[in-house]
C-alpha cells in the first residue's frame, strides 16, 4: 500500500501542451503538498492545501493551478508547458500536527518538456 | 526569511566508517524544527531524523545522529557504521514551528551527495 502516491510517474511531453499530475493520500491526512526539484535537485516548495483549502501559494506562475477535490486528492494542472518547467514534482502530506514537519513524500513525477 | 545552507557538494565513505554531513540555516525566529531527508537513486524523499530547537538534547536514530548548535545556527548530521545502503542525496532542511502561512513549508538545503564505497 503506498501511502502517497503520484501519477503518472515518467511524462514527456511538447511545449505549449497542458498535462495534469494526479496525487493521492492513504494516511487520512490533512495537508497536502506540491514541491518541485530542479535539474539541480533544489527542492521548493509550490503549493500547500489544508482540508482543501489553499494555505501556502509561492511565486508560482499562473499556468500552474492545483485542485484539491478532497483532503485525499491534489492534483496539479499545468497549462502552456515551457522548456522551465521540466523537473521531477514531489506531493507529499502531512498530518495534524503539521508544523513537526514530517512530511510524507510520494516517488515524484518527472516531467520532461521538449 | 529562512535559509539553508549544505556547503558540501559531494562527500564519500568507506563502508563501517563515520561520515558527518554539514548544514547552517539562518532565522531569526526562536521556535522551529530542523530535518536530515535521504533522497536514494530511487528518487524517495524518506525523513532520517529530526530535532526541535527547544529541545538541547541531540537527536539519535539508530545509526544515526546530530550536532544541534542552535546558537552558532548549525546542525550536523553524522552517520556512523555506514552501509551501502546509506549512499543517496541527504537534504538539510527547516520549518517554522508556528501555524498560518508557515504551516508545513520545508525550506531545504543544496543537497549533499554521500557515496560509501565497499
Known amino acids: 500500500d503506498t501511502a502517497v502516491s503520484q501519477t503518472p510517474k515518467y511524462l514527456v511531453t511538447q511545449m505549449g501542451n497542458d498535462k495534469s499530475i494526479k496525487c493521492e493520500q492513504n494516511l487520512g491526512h490533512d495537508t497536502m503538498y506540491w514541491y518541485k526539484q530542479d535539474s539541480k535537485k533544489f527542492l521548493k516548495i509550490m503549493f500547500s492545501y489544508n482540508n482543501k483549502e489553499l494555505i501556502i501559494n509561492e511565486t508560482v506562475p499562473n499556468r500552474f493551478s492545483p485542485k484539491s477535490p478532497d483532503k485525499a486528492h491534489l492534483n496539479l494542472h499545468i497549462n502552456s508547458l515551457e522548456l522551465g518547467d521540466s523537473a521531477v514534482y514531489f506531493c507529499a502530506s502531512s498530518g495534524q500536527h503539521a508544523n513537526t514537519g514530517e512530511l510524507f513524500f510520494g516517488e515524484g513525477s518527472r516531467l520532461t518538456v521538449l | 526569511a529562512q535559509t539553508v545552507t549544505q556547503s558540501q557538494p559531494e562527500m564519500s565513505v568507506q563502508e563501517a566508517e563515520t561520515v558527518t554531513l554539514s548544514c547552517t540555516y539562518d532565522?531569526?525566529?526562536?521556535?522551529?524544527?530542523l530535518f536530515w531527508y535521504k533522497q536514494p537513486p530511487s528518487r524517495q524523499m524518506i525523513l532520517v531524523i529530526r530535532q526541535e530547537a527547544y529541545k538541547q538534547q541531540n537527536a539519535t536514530e539508530n545509526r544515526f545522529s546530530v550536532n544541534f548548535q542552535k546558537a552558532a545556527k548549525s546542525f550536523s548530521l553524522k552517520i556512523s557504521d555506514s552501509q551501502l545502503g546509506d549512499t543517496a542525496m541527504y537534504f538539510c532542511a527547516f520549518t517554522l514551528s508556528l501555524g498560518g502561512t508557515s504551516y508545513g513549508k520545508l525550506t531545504f538545503g543544496q543537497g549533499t551527495i554521500l557515496t560509501v564505497h565497499p
Open positions: 532565522t531569526s525566529e526562536s521556535n522551529y524544527y
